[in-house]
């Protein structure tokens, strides 16, 4: 049953997914033509055309921005159309434990997600290749793994491979914060009889404090100064800033992730 709710949660949501993707994949295309229009306007063609490319260019990133914030708003709302809302009832009536539901749920989000983010970035270094003329990829092929490694040894005190690896925990946990802090907010405020949007904002608006009452208070606990980061110390930066931020974000995870499963289970309110 499981592996069924998995496939119809993809399922559900590919149609949306996979139209959005197809709607990037178009404005990449506009983008690229409009960048090598605005190339050749700089080397003598029409002001006309290159003023229509600069509107094209504009209008790419404008594009690329709305797409990815709708697929995020749109993974928001079916989850919150299929947990709180009418179609909850169904939902909460399939034979497997509310842990599983959730858990199904939060790793489509994420998984999606993850895709649309991958894609806008692959879009926007597609965009980086054609405006260098085809020489933005090249430029890291003469890169030095060795020469990389010892220049990161020396700024931040750790090999590059973990340097990476931080990167992309960091990455993969801001991911799954927003999430969560999504979710959250939507689980807190279906408790109540009232206006529940507004409640879940309100929720919202309370994690985003705590988060951030909890990083000023743990960079005050270290004595951190910005100062250090602006002075070269990359060192103590990467130490109490990232390592923190790691921390922090993963043990707020942890306590949103037990928030949720506890109201699914024992407070579910869909009156």
Known sequence: MLGKLIKYEFKHTSKTMFTTFAVLAVATLMGSIALRQVDRGTAGNGNFFTAISVIMLILYFIAIIGIYCVDFIYLCYHYHKTMYSSQGYLTHTLPVSPAAVFNVKILTIFIWTLASTVLSTLSV????????????????????????????????????????????????LSILWYIMWITASMAI????????????????????????????????????????????????????????????????LILLYLICLYINKRRLNLE
């Open 125 to 172: 270094l597609i965009l980086l290749q054609v405006g260098s003329g085809g020489e933005f990829f090249g430029a890291f092929a003469d890169l030095s793994w060795d020469g990389f490694s010892r220049s990161v040894r020396e700024l931040f005190g750790m090999s590059a491979g973990c340097l990476l690896f931080l990167f992309f925990v960091e990455f993969v």
């Open 189 to 252: 405020g279906q408790l109540f009889q009232g206006s529940r949007t507004g409640f879940s904002i309100l929720a919202g608006f309370c994690i985003y404090m705590v988060n951030q009452i909890a990083s000023t208070v743990y960079l005050a606990a270290f004595g951190y100064n910005l100062d250090e980061f602006l002075n070269g110390n990359f060192k103590s930066f990467m130490n109490y800033v990232m390592g923190g931020s790691i921390g922090i974000t993963a043990v707020l």
